[in-house]
């Protein structure tokens, strides 16, 4: 919970939240208690698309939370949005992930790297909540390796068609804009342009939504490009420079997922703790046998201390400084906890918490993910010793 800020301080550093953040928080907790959490396993077993959710999200400006008033979004903090994204993964870690999508990938590389004609034309809409957007990157073959991608986009006079296809997108045949990753070069990162193309465009499509593990709700698919025509005023950044622009965004896109894990971890969390006060065996509460008090303090433990790396990540963004190393121990920590206390919370629960009755079976399924997308936990073990490398090299 928040609250945790609310108490320590330490020498230069505080934890505190402004009653802006607070009101902003509860709010956002009261909205999703109300209108995500109670649908969050029906959406799992249908597979609907929590369209109404994220509308009602994008009127409380969460589909564009960091992004300028000018541009059309809530113009928060960091901190305040990664506190809220928590709040809405706790109630469907399937919501959150699109909401970290959005605000993570897409527009932040539209608000950094567009024009001001692209802004007004395709960031204004994403941020006031009006569209969804999706970031493709990863092929079959590429996945950690980025600069292996092989979809081609070739120049036709004043326009670029785009020949490939692109797997594992958030939101693919859902969103409406899409920030794609192309090579117009040779091989290697160098040769990759970015470009924005809108749903809708000839020779766009999607494949069915995979069949995943957990996130239901959340659509992945692949998305094909058969000669897809889109005109240059659509390339987003130079040419050639097209992973700058897509790596430049990952940082945000790594501290929204820590805290999509952290929601997972704390609802789980929770729902252990109350089962744990209320299901007896030999003659008392569960939460008096030594085993089972340990699981939820090591629970407590874990959550507590991924969250502010995770929250410092967010501060650091907002100060204008590097976070790429604390945003990749961030996600690191934040995902192992999620799939550590998930597990736990389902041993806490025994024989119920392997039944799809109880929502910590749903809350293990979604928490795996998190140690994959953005990012495996091994590619961040490799930016965080790279990073500690660079720091002792001087």
Same mark, same amino acid.
């Given at each position: 919970m928040t609250d945790v800020l609310d108490s320590a301080h330490a020498t230069g550093v505080s934890f505190d939240l402004t009653d802006e953040q607070r009101m902003i928080v509860q709010h956002v907790r009261d909205y999703c208690r109300a209108e995500i959490a109670p649908l969050a396993a029906q959406h799992d077993r249908t597979g609907e698309f929590p369209r109404a959710q994220l509308r009602g999200l994008g009127e409380l400006g969460l589909l564009g939370a960091t992004i300028p008033e000018q541009w059309g979004g809530a113009g928060l903090d960091s901190v305040t949005y990664a506190l809220c994204l928590e709040e809405i993964a706790a109630a469907d870690a399937s919501v959150a992930v699109i909401v970290s999508v959005q605000n993570g990938l897409p527009e932040q590389m539209l608000l950094r790297y567009g024009t001001d004609e692209q802004k007004a034309r395709f960031l204004r809409p994403l941020a006031s909540g009006q569209r969804i957007g999706a970031f493709c990157l990863t092929e079959s073959h590429a996945g950690s390796d980025a600069a292996s991608l092989r979809m081609r986009a070739e120049r036709d006079g004043d326009d670029w068609v785009l020949t490939g296809q692109k797997a594992w997108i958030t939101s693919g045949g859902q969103a409406d804009t899409y920030l794609v990753m192309a090579r117009t070069g040779g091989p290697g990162a160098r040769g990759v342009t970015c470009f924005v193309v809108e749903n809708g465009t000839p020779g766009l499509s999607f494949g069915k939504p995979?069949?995943?593990?957990g996130l239901h709700a959340a659509h992945t698919t692949t998305v094909g490009f058969d000669g897809v025509r889109v005109p240059d005023a659509q390339r987003v950044g130079a040419e050639g420079e097209g992973l700058v622009v897509a790596l430049s965004s990952l940082d945000a896109g790594r501290v929204g997922i820590a805290m999509q894990a952290l929601g997972i971890a704390r609802a789980a969390y929770e729902h252990a703790a109350r089962y744990a006060l209320e299901r007896e065996?030999?003659?008392?509460?569960?939460?008096e046998h030594q085993a089972v008090s340990f699981k939820i303090a090591n629970m407590a433990a874990r959550i507590e201390a991924a969250r502010l790396v995770a929250l410092k990540a967010a501060w650091l963004k907002d100060q204008g400084r590097? +976070? *790429?190393? %604390?945003?990749?121990?961030?996600? $690191?920590?934040?995902?192992?906890?999620?799939?550590?206390?998930?597990?736990?919370?389902?041993?806490?629960?025994?024989?119920?918490? +392997? *039944?799809? %009755?109880?929502?910590?079976?749903? $809350?293990?399924?979604?928490?795996?993910?998190?140690e994959i997308y953005e990012g495996t936990s091994e590619v961040q073990q490799m930016v965080i010793a790279r990073q500690v490398f660079g720091e002792f090299r001087g």
């Amino acid at each position: 919970m928040t609250d945790v800020l609310d108490s320590a301080h330490a020498t230069g550093v505080s934890f505190d939240l402004t009653d802006e953040q607070r009101m902003i928080v509860q709010h956002v907790r009261d909205y999703c208690r109300a209108e995500i959490a109670p649908l969050a396993a029906q959406h799992d077993r249908t597979g609907e698309f929590p369209r109404a959710q994220l509308r009602g999200l994008g009127e409380l400006g969460l589909l564009g939370a960091t992004i300028p008033e000018q541009w059309g979004g809530a113009g928060l903090d960091s901190v305040t949005y990664a506190l809220c994204l928590e709040e809405i993964a706790a109630a469907d870690a399937s919501v959150a992930v699109i909401v970290s999508v959005q605000n993570g990938l897409p527009e932040q590389m539209l608000l950094r790297y567009g024009t001001d004609e692209q802004k007004a034309r395709f960031l204004r809409p994403l941020a006031s909540g009006q569209r969804i957007g999706a970031f493709c990157l990863t092929e079959s073959h590429a996945g950690s390796d980025a600069a292996s991608l092989r979809m081609r986009a070739e120049r036709d006079g004043d326009d670029w068609v785009l020949t490939g296809q692109k797997a594992w997108i958030t939101s693919g045949g859902q969103a409406d804009t899409y920030l794609v990753m192309a090579r117009t070069g040779g091989p290697g990162a160098r040769g990759v342009t970015c470009f924005v193309v809108e749903n809708g465009t000839p020779g766009l499509s999607f494949g069915k939504p995979e069949e995943k593990m957990g996130l239901h709700a959340a659509h992945t698919t692949t998305v094909g490009f058969d000669g897809v025509r889109v005109p240059d005023a659509q390339r987003v950044g130079a040419e050639g420079e097209g992973l700058v622009v897509a790596l430049s965004s990952l940082d945000a896109g790594r501290v929204g997922i820590a805290m999509q894990a952290l929601g997972i971890a704390r609802a789980a969390y929770e729902h252990a703790a109350r089962y744990a006060l209320e299901r007896e065996q030999f003659g008392r509460p569960i939460a008096e046998h030594q085993a089972v008090s340990f699981k939820i303090a090591n629970m407590a433990a874990r959550i507590e201390a991924a969250r502010l790396v995770a929250l410092k990540a967010a501060w650091l963004k907002d100060q204008g400084r590097r +976070y *790429s190393k %604390e945003a990749s121990i961030a996600k $690191l920590l934040a995902s192992d906890a999620a799939v550590e206390v998930t597990r736990d919370a389902i041993q806490v629960f025994g024989g119920n918490g +392997y *039944s799809r %009755e109880y929502p910590v079976e749903r $809350l293990y399924r979604d928490a795996k993910v998190t140690e994959i997308y953005e990012g495996t936990s091994e590619v961040q073990q490799m930016v965080i010793a790279r990073q500690v490398f660079g720091e002792f090299r001087g």
